[in-house]
């Protein structure tokens, strides 16, 4: 029987997430899967990922040896993966999505709003960075790379007093314990695709994966990357965009900060997905329109 070699980050997190695939894998095809860690730059370095420029550092040496034929699978988180077309492949399958929030992990149990002015606030994403100063001006915003454990062992550490990371990646990596507050998706909306993952093959290979796919995920989260591909943002981009489908009706929110928090725009619109031809792209280009109109593209990381 052929094993079917499936490509990932070898961070504690990556292999975490395409472990789960590999057994989605198995388990509904029967197939046998290897899984092979490759080394990408944004693994290797710890400069800011704006130093290294940005985007696609995580996701690009997965694709290198997804054409090469190194791999025949590549896992990848969906908000770290830019959003132009890679000719010869394809996304065979977005998994159901997991928890799309950020989180706080902070000392004693605190919170944003019972922090101590002042108190430092680790996060090295400009979106996060952007919504700290625009809610809770009072504290500290610190930047901050690394790996969740790094990161968590800094406000164990007693040098930051909270760090802010995504739901799912803590999720994944066991570390859920660690949470102290979760930030409601309305006032706090995350990054296009965050808590979702990808799965890449070469085009006409679709069938590895395509038993994962999860139609209502996709819909969603393609709706929010289509607002990233319509403001030329990065992954790295001050925006925070949600997409939630009930009963037929496909709503999508949208905002783009200010990098110092002092304002930001927000655009939200709902369609019902058996109206119109392709429902995400819809969505997000009456709500991108919307945020270009009211004068987004001015702002940092939009237009770059
Ligand atoms: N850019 C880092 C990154 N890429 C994916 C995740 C995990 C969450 C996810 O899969 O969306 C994280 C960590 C974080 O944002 O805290």
Redesign the pocket.
């Known amino acids: 029987m052929t094993v079917i070699r499936i490509g990932t980050r070898g961070s504690k997190?990556a292999m975490a997430?395409t472990t789960t695939v590999a057994r989605g894998l198995e388990s509904k095809t029967g197939v046998e899967t290897e899984i092979i860690p490759i080394a990408t730059q944004g693994d290797r370095s710890m400069e800011s990922?704006s130093q290294i420029g940005g985007q696609g550092v995580?996701a690009n040496a997965l694709r290198d040896s997804l054409l090469a034929g190194e791999c025949d699978v590549v896992v990848h988180?969906?908000?770290?993966l830019p959003t132009a077309e890679v000719p010869g492949l394809t996304i065979a399958a977005i998994p159901k999505r997991?928890d799309?929030r950020?989180v706080v992990c902070a000392r004693d149990e605190l919170t944003l709003a019972t922090l101590p002015a002042g108190a430092r606030v680790g996060t090295g994403?400009p979106r996060r960075q952007a919504q700290l100063r625009s809610r809770y001006p009072e504290l500290e915003v610190v930047d901050l790379r690394g790996n969740?454990d790094s990161r968590l062992a800094k406000v164990t550490g007693g040098e930051l007093d909270a760090v802010?990371?995504?739901?799912?990646?803590?999720a994944?990596a066991g570390r859920a314990a660690a949470i102290t507050e979760y930030l409601g998706i309305a006032g706090w909306p995350t990054?296009p695709?965050?808590?979702?993952?990808a799965i890449e093959v070469r085009t006409g290979e679709e069938k590895l994966a395509a038993v994962l796919d999860h139609k209502p995920s996709r819909t969603k989260t393609d709706a929010e990357r289509y607002v990233l591909a319509f403001l030329d943002a990065g992954?790295s981009a001050p925006l925070g965009a949600h997409a939630v489908i009930d009963d037929g009706l496909l709503f999508l929110d949208a905002r783009v900060y200010a990098l110092d928090g002092s304002h930001y725009f927000t655009s939200s619109h709902a369609l019902y997905v058996n109206d119109v031809d392709d429902p995400p792209r819809e969505a997000a280009q009456r709500v991108s329109d919307e945020l270009l109109a009211q004068g987004a593209g001015e702002l940092a990381g939009v237009r770059a």
């Open positions: 997190l997430q990922l995580f988180s969906l908000k770290d997991a799309e950020d994403s969740i802010i990371l995504a739901a799912a990646g803590l994944r990054a695709g965050q808590g979702a993952l992954c």
